[in-house]
């Protein structure tokens, strides 16, 4: 008896597609209202299927107002995991480009294999929404979510960057990378990252799938995320391990589980502090944990400030909500700014007139001070670039 | 004949003549209102009687007559259904009701349409009877849909004559004052039903509790009621509260409901004395409450508040943030308590609500309000009536009266549900026409109508995203297939009021697809 493949779900927004390999393909629709919805689920179906060779096959889809990406991705990975050998679908890609120091006050989990929480995900105003296929994907969905969030890439032109947090390498993150380097995230964010190889061996793998599909070698950002005490005691080979890492990221929750802390402010310090400093050693950003309580809109605050103090760019956030905080926390104040301005543009005058050092008001700025001052003026440039847009 | 809004209108309905919608204020009435029934009293009279069919029998109901029933019970309801069976037990066939509204739990009046107990209803078709009425189930003429004014407004002008009005109370008194306040089963307010009990030929009170005379609040006063029938039963107020009022969780939509509190403060209206309408379903819930949280935190009081009594209205009214609540119906039991305790917490009639051929109404007193939509178009026409797919399911509510009355009306809708796109080129149904209709807020940005430049101004200025309707419709439209569209017939199905009393549109029966 020939095997029967699903892709997919009953959940609302989600479509179920059972594939039963046989002599001929069938095709086969059910919605909530075959009126309205068949003839354009069955246009959906009928082209995906077009892309994938026709294959022998009876494919049935069960829709529960599924969006055209979904049906889609649905389709490809119900007919992929039954015939391996038919190749992936290049989505056509609308990506706006990203700078190595893009504004990343907000990194926005979403997971990878839920349409209906992946909706409208680039509205909320995150600087980085970071699209999930390890923790939030159960083992058996891994294969359908990443052929989901290909589409969801592909169908989307978010506003800022899209990431991807892969699965570790040896536990299918080289087969996440294959798929989603196809619809071209800013970045793919490496969890559990414990030393210079890991990331290393990532950036071999994305140079691969670059040159397989003809994206620009290099152009995809690495974020490791620490989050065990290996992770964190190698925070600096880490962070200058590879010219892709663009930020690197701080992850408690398992942390605290790896070292058997309890998560307070106190027993994340060290942690914090180390990556901060392995991050700027190497001209990289940091992003702080996320905050799990998402209705405690006042100790998100204080967490995120805390963050902003320690040197932080950043912080992770599990639901929209948190996104004023953190961009509240992470932009530079006016005064911050205005401060700014006057050092780089002392700094200019200076360096015109040949003079070595630089001062205001007859005080001496620093060479770090001037760095940090230019970080900022760069921040608050993107920023306001970005509120034009 | 084709009205205002260029929607084709029969001359005559069933066996009304039609006057089509002019505009949303053309209509302008004078004279008199149609005159109400008159009767002497005496001292002595005993109102009370032992049955519900002792109330059919001697209020003289017969064939083909109109009944009349308030909706505060929501899905607690069990007089309509109490009545109606009372009604076929007695053989009574070919009756007309008359609701405010219907709900789920009157599922089982489709049987008594079925057996011709019921032959026509005038009123909001809400759930399972305008699923049924939609999907070929016959009535002997087409159904009216009336806002909650214009449903006042067709009593007072003799549009409806109702022959007999039952009248759901959780407490009344021997001589037929009545309320929804007190008793041991409250539903808040039962004023939708003052109008009926004024008009009707006769009045009944229905009760589960009879108190000592006098029983106030004098929502319904003795002088308008001919009978009291005390039964076991009138309403369940757990039931009040239906899943419409569950605060949403989803990101999407409170992102929306944001945006739609946003847009208010970013407004000229958002300054002390501020007025507006809250009302039920999810994201006005949660636009409620942010707006109620950005009031605190600018340190401004309210004027008042009004809709459908929330307990975040009551919050509001507790914490000083807003100095009175205008409620017509409660839609949860901390609404009901707190009419109960609360002074500044104010009972409102439909009439002072919404009347428009009245001296003024509670509507026009509103500088911004929350309402929803099924559809809107580019045109920022909204129906709330009629699904995608052409049934009728939905009643209009306060939704006409509340648009045309506050300065700036905010309709909050996703700008797509499931594979079905909300923003259309033409509604299926207009409810609501685009005049009355100022901003409309989805997940994707904010549409503001061309003739509110002022509005816009504000909202650019605080960065809010602004974008034009067309610009949300195509981005949504990008996401799924275009839809199969019905194809209409000449059968009228309903009639929608504007709530003038013209006919703003009909719906008509799906009789394939294209």
Known sequence: ?389 | MKNALGREIPKTIGSRSVEAYAGAFAKQRSGFKAPQPQKSSVPGENKVLPSLEAAIEVTGLKDGMTISFHHSFREGDRVINQVVDACARMGLKDLRLFPTALFGTHAKLVDHIKSGVVSRIEGSMNGPVGAFISQGGKLREPATLRSHGGRWRAIESGDVAIDVAFIAASQADAYGNANGINGRTPCGPITFCMVDAQYARKTVVVTNELAPYPAYPLEIQQGWVDYIVVVDEVGDPEQIASGTLEMTKSPARLRIARLAADAVVASPYFKDGLSFQGGAGGVSLAATMYLAEAMEKAKIVGGFVMGGGTRIMVEMLHKGLVRTILDGQAFDPIAVASLGVDPAHVIMNPGLYANYDSRGCATYMLDAAFLGATEVDVDFNVNVNTHSDGRLLHGIGGHQDVAAGAKMTVITAPSIRGRLPVILDRVTTVTTPGEVVDVIVTERGIAVNPKRGDLKACFLEAGLPVRDIAELKAEADGLVRPLGKPVFGDEVVAAIEWRDGTVIDVVRKVEGWQ
């Open chain 1, 1 to 389: 008896m020939p095997n029967e493949i699903v892709a997919g779900s009953d959940a609302k927004g989600d479509c179920r597609v059972n594939v039963t390999p046989g002599r001929a393909l069938a095709i086969a629709v059910a919605s909530d209202d075959p009126h309205l919805f068949e003839r354009g689920i069955r246009e959906v179906v009928d082209e995906t299927l077009a892309k994938l060779g026709r294959v022998k096959a009876t494919v049935s889809v069960a829709d529960k107002g599924a969006l055209d990406y979904v049906l889609a991705a649905r389709v490809e990975a119900a007919v992929r995991l039954a015939f391996p050998e038919i190749p992936a679908i290049a989505p056509k890609v609308r990506r706006r480009p990203s700078e190595h120091d893009a504004p990343r006050r907000s990194r926005l989990y979403a997971p990878g294999n839920n349409p209906r929480i992946l909706v409208g995900i680039e509205l909320h105003g995150a600087d980085c929404v970071l699209v999930d296929l390890e923790d939030s994907v159960p083992p058996g969905e891994k294969a359908a979510a990443r052929v989901l969030v290909k589409h969801l890439l592909g169908a989307i032109d978010f506003p800022n960057e899209v990431w991807v947090r892969i699965n570790p390498l040896a536990l299918g993150g080289a087969d996440d990378v294959r798929e989603v380097i196809l619809a071209r995230p800013h970045g793919v964010a490496l969890p559990k990252a414990e030393s210079r190889d890991d990331v290393v061996a990532l950036s071999k793998e994305l140079a691969k799938a670059e040159q397989a599909f003809g994206a620009p070698l290099g152009s995809t950002w690495i974020m490791p995320i620490l989050e065990t005490a290996k992770g964190v005691l190698h925070a600096e080979e880490i962070a200058a391990a590879d010219p892709r890492v663009a930020v690197v990221a701080f992850g408690a929750e398992d942390f605290t589980r790896d070292v058997g802390a309890r998560r307070t402010s106190e027993s994340l310090l060290f942690a914090r502090s180390m990556i901060v400093a392995a991050a700027k050693a190497a001209g990289v950003q940091a992003s702080d944990t996320v905050y799990a309580d998402i209705d405690d809109e006042a100790g998100l605050a204080v967490e995120a400030h805390l963050a902003r103090d320690l040197g932080f760019d950043g912080k992770g956030a599990i639901h929209p909500g948190q996104i004023p905080a953190l961009h509240a926390a992470f932009t530079p104040s006016g005064k911050e700014m205005d401060e700014a301005r006057k050092i780089v543009a002392a700094a200019e005058e200076a360096e015109a007139r040949g003079i070595g050092a630089i001062a205001i008001g007859g005080k001496m700025i620093d060479r770090p001070v001037l760095e940090r001052a230019r970080r900022v003026v760069r921040l608050s440039d993107r920023l306001s670039r970005k509120e034009s847009r």
